[in-house]
């Protein structure tokens, strides 16, 4: 993986005005991967590579949760 690369094409892909909830939900899980993948490859950001990935993962669970997309609190 270039994570320059990836970021590009992620930073390319972003949601905009009127992107469906589930569109967002599974832009926000992309950047948390990209982020992640980052952060556990080491280094001197991997720390706040990691924290951005939490964060992206977070505010994805919390869209699905207000739009209705989980199912089971558990998830």
Excluded: C, F
Aim: hydrophobic letters at 40%; glycine letters at 10%; charged letters at 20%.
């Amino acid at each position: 993986m270039n994570a320059m690369i990836e970021l590009t094409r992620l930073y390319q892909q972003r949601p905009g005005p009127g992107t469906p909830t589930e569109a967002v939900v599974a832009w926000y899980h992309a950047k948390g991967r990209i982020h992640e993948l980052i952060g556990r490859s080491g280094g001197p950001d991997s720390a706040q590579e990691l924290a951005i990935a939490a964060a992206s993962y977070e505010h994805a669970r919390r869209l699905e949760l207000q739009a209705g997309l989980v199912h089971n609190a558990a998830a």
